[in-house]
T-cell receptor
Framework: DAGITQSPRYKITETGRQVTLMCHQT?????MFWYRQDLGHGLRLIYY???????DKGEVPDGYVVSRSKTENFPLTLESATRSQTSVYFC???????????FGPGTRLTVT | KNQVEQSPQSLIILEGKNCTLQ??????????LRWYKQDTGRGPVSLTI?????NTKSNGRYTATLDADTKQSSLHITASQLSDSASYIC???????????FGAGTTVTVRA
């Protein structure tokens, strides 16, 4: 039972590059979420998806793009990475809207 | 704006001792409150979840309390172990929103 996985776990990229972070879950959960976690801040929602082909912005969506063509995958793309996007990114999934969210192990992204 | 405030920001305790973490929230209308444990380098994992009608919920050595009138919750760790060293995050759901409100977390360090 793999649960929810993220790849890569660590990534270093340069300013201006495009980067895609992958998220995969094996539970067929309807809802999937992307968060970023920075020192001194709680987890902040970037984007969420209620089902395949349904996505919506969260609290801090600028500079990010998501897609969800399949229920199990929810990639997050930084179209032109900036230093301010250096962070730890967590993907999460839940079966229903207010049910418990299960988090992936995170991706530590550094933009130089 | 829905907010979740946690205190203290960090604390250090000796192995075997007890400690209590605090969470105050302004989320409304309230749906449920969760405490998550986040080990270094990992995603958050749910410890307890409480709805409006629940005052206390235990999970092993972890006991959470909720006072929905004063909008306060606490997490009590009994007989701490080295493995309790982690960040503890208070998360509150509003019944009219898919989004979760996250506290910034309390970092607990247990020393031998």
């Amino acid at each position: 039972d793999a649960g929810i996985t993220q790849s890569p776990r660590y990534k270093i990229t340069e300013t201006g590059r495009q980067v895609t972070l992958m998220c995969h879950q094996t539970w067929s959960h309807s809802y999937m979420f992307w968060y970023r976690q920075d020192l001194g801040h709680g987890l902040r929602l970037i984007y969420y998806s209620a089902a395949a082909d349904i996505t919506d912005k969260g609290e801090v969506p600028d500079g990010y793009v998501v897609s969800r063509s399949k229920t199990e995958n929810f990639p997050l793309t930084l179209e032109s990475a900036t230093r301010s996007q250096t962070s730890v990114y967590f993907c999460a999934s839940s079966r229903y809207r207010l049910y418990e969210q299960y988090f992936g192990p995170g991706t530590r992204l550094t933009v130089t | 704006k829905n907010q979740v405030e946690q205190s203290p920001q960090s604390l250090i305790i000796l192995e075997g001792k007890n400690c209590t973490l605090q969470c105050n929230y302004t989320v409304s209308p309230f749906s449920n409150l969760r405490w998550y444990k986040q080990d270094t380098g990992r995603g958050p994992v749910s410890l307890t979840i409480m709805t409006f009608s629940e005052n206390t919920k235990s999970n092993g050595r972890y006991t959470a309390t909720l006072d929905a009138d004063t909008k306060q919750s606490s997490l009590h760790i009994t007989a701490s172990q080295l493995s309790d060293s982690a960040s503890y995050i208070c998360v509150v759901s509003a019944s009219n929103d898919y989004k979760l409100s996250f506290g910034a977390g309390t970092t607990v360090t247990v020393r031998a």
